[in-house]
């Protein structure tokens, strides 16, 4: 074994799997800013189908069509930012998202009807 660990040109088995740091809540390998980032994106997500919601309102879409768009995106944001390191907000996700889709439908239904008459 030479003095950086490695026995002949491999690298040992501490070294393929280091040990967890003190104090890292047992051994967790979670990498934060990975975390981070995807907190981010979802919360990112939620601020363009608020921005989607607020344009539906805007083109003068019943109010129904407004609140089933924005509906899934205040729901998945509130929940990522109070549980967002469990299940809670993929459950929310799928509870939800058929919500949006309903409204995405009846946006486009009803302006198709109002382009026609």
Do not use: K
Request: net charge positive; aromatic share 4%.
């Amino acid at each position: 074994m030479s003095s950086n660990g490695r026995l002949n040109g491999r690298r040992t088995s501490s070294q393929r799997f280091p040990a967890p740091e003190v104090g890292s809540g047992g051994g967790s390998h979670r990498r934060p800013t990975r975390d981070r980032l995807g907190n981010t994106l979802i919360l990112a997500g939620a601020v363009l189908g608020l921005a989607a919601a607020s344009w539906s309102r805007y083109r003068g879409h019943p109010l129904w069509v407004t609140l089933l768009v924005a509906v899934p995106a205040m729901v998945i944001a509130g929940t990522n930012l109070v549980a967002g390191d469990s299940l809670l907000p993929h459950i929310a996700a799928l509870a939800t998202v058929p919500l949006g889709v309903a409204g995405i439908t009846g946006g486009v239904v009803v302006g198709t009807h109002c382009i026609r008459s």
